[in-house]
């Protein structure tokens, strides 16, 4: 990939430019907490973005996305963001840093990337904290990671209409080498746990069942409301609770006859995800993977069981799982499809990924896609 950067970018723009990386990520632990102010656990992947950049002494940003085969220019001053879906994330990260104060001129940038689209790894974080990290890095501006993080967010918000939390591009900028990041999500404080799978004979792999089932939005409106409501009624005995994930489970039973069950299952999963994050972290630091991956099936019952977001799909992929012994599996992401994120002792590896393959292509008739991953560095320059 840099190699074809280097070339292209020579051919199209000349000598000289300074290359830039990115990650996706993954989530090992922590889903539908952070709107609940509750712990994500997420990581930066060896899948990312590349970027070469060169000032160009214009006002003018000329782009060439290599996996697209196109170039797109636009004015760093002109109204319209550009109709390509990609370039607006350039577009976007641009307009968002300048709008805090951040010096942008014209340049030249030449990039490419390997996290797979839309398959839940946040390749549009990648993108948007490479460029980020590169302008921050090419006109010395002086953000600090959480404000290119913030960049990227508020890119996605205000050019590419997705209301996003801040975990994903949070992930990509501080992500690092063998070590998850716990984030508060109320406070945004965070933490770096190690996690280093393969120094302990585990490999992650990540099984995307390829189906999205349209549901996803209006039952995530739903599952928010629902969370709301037993916020409310836990904080009139307990003032002090903010958000779902300051209540403690004793709480929830004792307001469990003035909600309803449905919430009441809601609110139950919730604040069990809260503690397992807190648990999973607990369990990282003395090198225990197999009680980390147990979590991580007890967040697949609670997505599938109390918080109801999983599908037939997803339920399959993760019973898979336990037949053939893998140590960790759950469900990644909002739900109702995407992917399977898996613990797995090296040994039971080949076995489980052709079982998982053969099972899950001749019940639905599709094959899922297998991607590794190894926790990795975030955005960062790439010399
Ligand atoms: P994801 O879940 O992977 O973030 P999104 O739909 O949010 O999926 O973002 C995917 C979009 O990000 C693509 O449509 C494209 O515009 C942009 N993008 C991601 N990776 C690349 C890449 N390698 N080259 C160009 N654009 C990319
Ligand atoms: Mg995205």
Not at 211 to 228: D, F, G, P, Q, T
């Amino acid at each position: 990939m840099k190699q074809k950067i280097q070339d292209k970018f020579a051919s199209l723009y000349g000598e000289g430019g300074v290359l830039y990386a990115s990650a996706g990520r993954i989530n090992l632990i922590g889903e539908h907490t952070d709107y609940n102010g509750g712990y994500v656990f997420p990581g930066a992947i060896d899948k990312g973005i590349m970027a070469k950049l060169k000032v160009n002494g214009t006002s003018k940003v000329r782009a060439y996305s290599l996996d697209y085969n196109e170039e797109v220019e636009f004015g760093l001053n002109e109204e319209d963001a550009p109709s390509q879906s990609w370039a607006r994330y350039i577009f976007g990260v641009c307009r968002e840093t300048a709008k805090r104060g951040g010096k942008v001129e014209g340049f030249d940038t030449v990039f490419a990337g390997d996290v797979p689209l839309g398959a839940g790894l946040s390749s549009s974080a990648a993108l948007e904290s490479c460029f980020a990290f590169a302008i921050n890095d090419i006109f010395s501006n002086d953000f600090n990671l959480f404000e290119l993080a913030k960049i990227g967010q508020s890119t996605e918000h205000n050019y590419c209409g997705v209301k996003c939390g801040i975990m994903d591009q949070f992930a990509s900028c501080f992500g690092k080498q063998g070590c998850l990041i716990r984030l508060n999500c109320k406070t945004l404080e965070y933490k770096y746990f190690p996690f280093d799978p393969e120094a302990h004979g585990y490999k992650l792999v990540l099984i995307d069942s390829c189906v999205k089932h349209e549901l996803a939005s209006s039952a995530y409106n739903k599952r928010r409301e629902s969370c709301e409501r037993a916020a409310r009624a836990i904080a009139k005995l307990h003032p002090e609770v903010e958000y779902l994930s300051d209540a403690k489970r004793v709480w929830l039973e004792e307001v469990r006859t003035q909600i309803s069950e449905e919430d009441f299952l809601r609110a139950e999963y919730v604040i069990g995800e809260v503690q397992r994050v807190l648990d999973v972290c607990d369990a990282l630091e003395r090198n225990d993977y197999e009680t980390a991956g147990e979590m991580m099936y007890q967040t697949h019952f609670g997505m599938s069981r109390l918080y109801e977001v999983s599908c037939e799909e997803l339920d399959f992929l993760n019973r898979i799982a336990r037949k053939c012994d893998v140590s960790g599996s759950r469900v990644m992401g909002g739900g109702f499809g995407g992917c399977t994120i898996n613990l797995v002792k090296k040994e039971l590896y080949d076995n489980f990924i052709s079982v998982a393959r053969a099972r899950f292509t001749e019940q639905f008739g599709h094959e899922p896609k297998v991607y590794d991953v190894v926790i990795s560095d975030g955005a960062r320059r790439a010399e």
